[in-house]
């Protein structure tokens, strides 16, 4: 899950998050039965099993990034697309206690890998699985993205709104900005107001506004429509995890978020 790289906050700030956002997830996984694995995530084609053998896959991705920034020998994410898919599709139909066990020690493997990375080389550059580059300083970030956005796929009560603040308010303005570069670079720079090449839909372009926050931010140019609604809406709404029933406004088909 890798959009715009938004500027690094302190590592340090985010380690103590991330383990408590992963407590809380073992804990809803804990309450599942063998027979709930099986049924359908919010992820077209991807079961509950799915999701957790994704979940732990990534925590040992990121672990792999995180050995590549700490030596600077270059050790990527997944060692191949196929295989990455491969170990979910084994993983997925496997008990419950399997699941939390995997889950559990790779989850176990990526704290103790953060918190023995010297702090000079948080800032060492590395690249994600979809060829981005970023400095190790957001890998943590970006592992707690997978747990609270996968924590709603998994179709088990948590919901948009049960996001932290602090994560909305980070994640929907990277978000907004996302979308905003895609607008942007699709338009040519001597187009004039809202022309487009008529053989494509035109790029979103949009004024948002959460009316629990004091966040706003225009999407694309020339936007002449504004959505509002609770912060946790609008995001949930932009990384399609949301159909916007609740938002205010003209709701445009969006391309994925990432």
Known sequence: MTSE??????????IETVDAATRSLLGAVEALQDSDIAEPSLLPGWTRGHLLAHLARNADGLVNLLL??????????????LLRDSDIEEGAPRPIAEQLDDLRASATRF??????????????RVRARTGKELPAALIPWLRLREIE??????????LPEDWPATFVARLLPE???????????HRPPDAKP??????QPPPPSFTLVATDTDFTTTVGLDPTDTISGPAAELLAWLIGRDDGVALKGFLPNLPPWL
Request: proline share 11%.
């Open 5 to 14: 790289v938004p500027e690094p906050t302190a590592p340090a700030d985010l």
């Open 68 to 81: 590549w920034a700490r030596t600077g020998i270059e050790t990527p994410q997944y060692a191949s697309q």
């Open 111 to 124: 704290s103790g890998m953060v918190r023995a990375m010297p702090p000079e080389r948080w800032e060492f």
């Open 149 to 158: 956005i996968h924590r709603v796929d998994l179709n088990i009560g948590y």
């Open 175 to 185: 978000v907004a900005r996302s979308f905003d570069h895609t607008a942007s670079a």
């Open 194 to 199: 809202m022309t487009h090449d008529p053989a």
